[in-house]
């Protein structure tokens, strides 16, 4: 069941069709419902339902109760891709709620609920014995703090990050001579930007990123939470020719921030540009291990729900 059909629930769905045979190599998988608070509601989707909304329409049905309607549905897995709300995380976290309540597993590219109420939905997770999967919030499909899934025993030290795609477009564009205003609307035009922008441009989708990595490090207190931590965005930000300024996000486990930060020459992260992200662990076993690759995007956000839909419903044979 899809809930929300914007840019990553379309994404998704179009995904899911295109990679038809990968999907359903793992079994018997269908996209069953999508609901949307404003688009409407439609049961068994036709595969040209991502087409047919792109083109300005909507959903069969009217717009039901969306907590209600998770509940009363027989779906396995909800994947919830409505927009972010940084204050607390609603409504999706309302959604998650019902849906690992009601014995579902779900699937997030959400960053409040999971940034701001990890606490609760992990206890409800253990409660229900469910899953609750969310690679789509941090780095879209490019492998992030995922990775510590094939490291077993490994410690990280360390993290310092690339984590907004938006910011790290605008820097990029700047530099290359465009306007801030330009280059924001172009960002927009690509389905990077958060449907408010200024959460890009602040530090607060970095933010949010970072507090999401601490809590899968388990560095989870008031130094790794949006008031405890320094923020600061890209506004007024005007690089020097020649000179790398990045909105970095550097965590440990006594403190978190996320600030614009002039990276030396050689630094590997100062290379990273556009809508690429980075993330790079100081670890006990490996020393620096860094990944690199699209951090926002409608099919890239898609690729780390279908990442997430496998974890859930795969292995696939032969590792692919
Ligand atoms: N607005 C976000 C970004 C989208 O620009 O990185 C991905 O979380």
Redesign the pocket.
Known sequence: MIIGFGTVGKGFFDLFHEKRAVVQSLGSVEISEIASSRLGYELRPAHDTAERVDKGGKLREEAKDIPETIRRSDADIVCEFTTVNMNNGEPAFSHIRAALESGKHVIT?N?GPIALRYRELQSLVAKKGVLLKFK?????GTPSYNILDLLPGLEVKMVRGI???????ILSEVERGRSFEESLVH?QRLG???AD?T??IDGY??AL?AIIISNVLGWQDERHSLGGMEISGIRNISPAAGEKTKLLASINEKSASVKSTKLQDGDLLSNVDG?L?ALELETDTLGRITSIGP??GRKQ?AQAALTDLVSIVGPLPNNR
């Open positions: 590219t960053k789509g919030t941090v780095m879209a984590l907004n795609g938006t910011s790290n477009f960002a990077y930007a958060e922008p959460m890009d989708d970095a990123k809508v992200n951090g926002a956000t």
